[in-house]
Every structure is written in structure tokens, then in C-alpha cells.
């Protein structure tokens, strides 16, 4: 089988993936549509957009990959449906409150720590200024990462409890090994899906 009639056979495979999920979760959500991303990006092999209630799901090097199985797919896209099913990410007060420390605050506070540190010599402050904007930069990414990480570890959950815990490890490991700002790294989301039984 060549990657594009591969690719073309495994997008089907995420569209019936989509369904199944949507049909058995309860969400005031309407459905999401799903767009398949002509892009190369390493790493990010999907995402949720809730802006647009839109599943991305990349093509290049994930569904036309052969030695990609089909339950690490399965996974992926599992993980991205549980944030369209996430009731803590849904409209209401809790909602819009970690949204807006996530999206607007801690890249505002991180930004201003930048600002600090780089903007020290040019402005003739001390040394003290540039370690307050270690400070507060670290404070950002924090606030980010208080919001952001445990909407991964639900997303995780949801996904493992469809699929089983030794898909999403598997799928994880392909993708994040570091935390970042945004995502926990490999290790700790692997120690949560330690303690989340095969389905």
C-alpha cells in the first residue's frame, strides 16, 4: 500500500474514530469537525481547537507512516476528542477563568519577564531586575502550565479509558519527552497512565 492510499485509508479510519467517540460522550457541545493537516510539523501530530470545536490531525509523517499503529492513531485522536469532551473546558466560570490565565495572563506575565531580562542594559537597571524578571517569566510559565497540564492528563484519561492505558503510553512517547510550558513531558503523563488500568 502506497502512503497516500494509506493515508487516504486511516483519515476513513479517524472519521469512524471521531463518531464512535462522539456518539457514546455526553457534551453540550456540538460536534466537531475534523480537518486533516498537510503539514510537517515534528511532534504535533494533532490538537483540538475549541475556538472553531475543530480535531487537526496531521497527514505528513503520522497517517501515511506504516510503522505508525493503527491504536496509537486511535489514541491521538481520542486524545484530542477528550478535550472536546473536557467539562472543566467548557463555557462557564472555571472555563473562562483558566482561559484567560492560560491564554492572556501567563503569556502576558512571561512577556514581561522577558522584557525585564532583556531590557535590563538598555534601561541601566541592576542585576536585581533582570533576576525579577527570571522571577516573573518563571511565574508565567507556571500559571500556564497549572492551567494547561492537568487538561492533558484528563485528555490522557479519556483516551485510556477508550483505547487502553498501553496505546496512549505508546502514542505519548512519539510525541513529548520534555514538559513544556503547555504539555507535561513523557515521564509524568506516563506515570499517571501508569495508574490508569488497561481497558
Known amino acids: 500500500m502506497t502512503p497516500d492510499s494509506l493515508a ?6 479517524v472519521l469512524t474514530t471521531v463518531a464512535d467517540a462522539i ?9 466537531p469537525s475534523v480537518a486533516f493537516e498537510q503539514t510537517s510539523t515534528t511532534g504535533v501530530r494533532g490538537n483540538y481547537d475549541g475556538r472553531h470545536n475543530r480535531v487537526r490531525i496531521r ?9 505508525v499503529a493503527d491504536d496509537t492513531i486511535r489514541a491521538a485522536v481520542l486524545h484530542e476528542i477528550g478535550h472536546w469532551a473536557d467539562r472543566w473546558d467548557r463555557p462557564s466560570a472555571y472555563g473562562i477563568a483558566t482561559g ?16 525585564l531580562v532583556f531590557g535590563a ?3 541601566a537597571l541592576g542585576g536585581q531586575t533582570v533576576l ?5 517569566g518563571l511565574l508565567g510559565a507556571v500559571i500556564i502550565a497549572a492551567c494547561s497540564w492537568p487538561a492533558e492528563y484528563r485528555a490522557d484519561a479519556f483516551a485510556a479509558d477508550r483505547v487502553g492505558a ?16 503547555t504539555h507535561p513531558g513523557l515521564a509524568r503523563r506516563t506515570a499517571r497512565l501508569t495508574r490508569t488500568p488497561a481497558t
Open 23 to 31: 456518539h457514546t460522550t455526553a457534551s453540550p457541545r456540538r460536534a
Open 100 to 115: 484567560g490565565l492560560m491564554s492572556i495572563v501567563g503569556p502576558i506575565v512571561c512577556a514581561v519577564g522577558i522584557a
Open 132 to 136: 525579577a524578571g527570571l522571577a516573573i
Open 59 to 67: 497527514v505528513p509523517g503520522f497517517l501515511d507512516d506504516p510503522t
Open 166 to 181: 498501553p496505546a496512549v503510553r505508546t502514542m505519548v512517547a512519539t510525541r513529548r519527552t520534555r514538559d513544556s510550558f
Open 121 to 123: 542594559d538598555r534601561v
Open 8 to 13: 487516504v485509508e486511516r483519515q476513513r479510519f
